[in-house]
């Protein structure tokens, strides 16, 4: 029976990089709920009109892990309408949600996660909390590395706030020029910020994307955090360790 000491030792790093949705807090469902709701309403109502010839079937939970999970929300929205042969103009990031363009529905999509966060709030995963309370009692440097420009309202409403020496997140990202996962720029500037460098890091990641971004930067180890991708998704993508939750990352935890 494997422990989290067995899986992994901590003391052989020097920070740990956490994506936060789906990893931290279960605000990926939220996520998936808002980017659903968009999609489908614009599939049904806009699209027939803009792009008749397109598939216009429904989205569904694939098209999330396939197109949009770990990534910058437009770069989002961009690649699912090309996988269903739609072209919308890019349009600006301050259109409204009504425009139809690409900024446009992520901000429609934006404003649905955000009505959703501020009605039902949020909580962390338990186990999420509990290695969190174990690197900190290592003394650990910890980093938020979220696409969504949401992050720090995010760590607002789970009281975690306090436990990361830096997030950075898509609104960082953009006023950096860092290009969003899976490239591994946004891991490699907190590894950074935290004093360490990439193989001394541990990136934490449920999506694909992210995963990618980990094995391309050269971090020390990317644990992925199975929410649904796939065990097997996940290694492919460059998980060195795979896990359905990060309490079996706590050493006297068994998996």
Same mark, same amino acid.
Do not use: C
């Given at each position: 029976?494997?422990?989290?000491?067995?899986?992994?030792?901590?003391?052989?790093?020097?920070?740990?990089?956490?994506?936060?949705?789906?990893?931290?807090?279960?605000?990926?469902?939220?996520?998936?709920?808002?980017?659903? #709701?968009? $999609? &489908? !309403?614009? /599939?049904?109502? *806009?699209?027939?009109?803009?792009? +008749?010839?397109?598939? @216009?079937?429904?989205?569904?939970?694939?098209?999330?892990?396939?197109?949009?999970?770990?990534?910058?929300?437009?770069?989002?929205?961009?690649?699912?309408?090309?996988?269903?042969?739609?072209?919308?103009?890019?349009?600006?990031?301050?259109?409204?949600?009504?425009?139809?363009?690409?900024?446009?529905?992520?901000?429609?999509?934006? #404003?649905? $996660? &955000? !009505?959703? /966060?501020?009605? *039902?709030?949020?909580?962390?995963? +338990?186990?999420?909390? @509990?290695?969190?309370?174990?690197?900190?009692?290592?003394?650990?440097?910890?980093?938020?590395?979220?696409?969504?420009?949401?992050?720090?309202?995010?760590?607002?409403?789970?009281?975690?706030?306090?436990?990361?020496?830096?997030?950075?997140?898509?609104?960082?990202?953009?006023?950096?020029?860092?290009?969003?996962?899976?490239?591994?720029?946004? $891991?490699?500037h907190a590894a950074q910020a935290l004093g360490a460098s990439a193989p001394e890091s541990v990136v934490l990641e449920d999506a694909v994307s992210g995963v990618r971004a980990g094995a391309a930067g050269g971090f020390g180890l990317v644990i992925g955090v199975d929410r649904g991708a796939g065990v097997e998704v996940l290694r492919e993508a460059g998980a060195g360790v795979v896990v359905a939750d990060l309490a079996e990352l706590v050493?006297?935890?068994?998996?």
């Amino acid at each position: 029976m494997q422990t989290g000491a067995d899986l992994v030792d901590w003391t052989a790093y020097r920070a740990a990089l956490f994506d936060l949705d789906g990893v931290v807090t279960p605000t990926a469902e939220v996520h998936m709920r808002a980017w659903a #709701e968009m $999609f &489908n !309403a614009f /599939l049904t109502h *806009d699209a027939p009109v803009l792009a +008749p010839t397109a598939d @216009l079937t429904p989205y569904t939970d694939a098209d999330y892990f396939a197109h949009v999970d770990g990534k910058p929300r437009y770069d989002g929205v961009r690649d699912f309408l090309a996988s269903r042969g739609i072209v919308l103009p890019e349009g600006s990031s301050d259109d409204p949600a009504e425009e139809t363009t690409v900024r446009g529905l992520g901000n429609r999509k934006n #404003e649905a $996660f &955000n !009505a959703v /966060l501020e009605r *039902d709030g949020v909580t962390a995963f +338990p186990g999420s909390v @509990l290695l969190l309370d174990h690197l900190r009692s290592l003394g650990m440097p910890l980093a938020v590395v979220s696409s969504s420009a949401n992050a720090p309202a995010v760590l607002r409403a789970a009281g975690l706030a306090d436990r990361f020496a830096t997030v950075v997140d898509g609104r960082v990202a953009g006023e950096l020029g860092l290009p969003g996962k899976p490239a591994p720029d946004t $891991f490699t500037h907190a590894a950074q910020a935290l004093g360490a460098s990439a193989p001394e890091s541990v990136v934490l990641e449920d999506a694909v994307s992210g995963v990618r971004a980990g094995a391309a930067g050269g971090f020390g180890l990317v644990i992925g955090v199975d929410r649904g991708a796939g065990v097997e998704v996940l290694r492919e993508a460059g998980a060195g360790v795979v896990v359905a939750d990060l309490a079996e990352l706590v050493p006297g935890r068994s998996s």
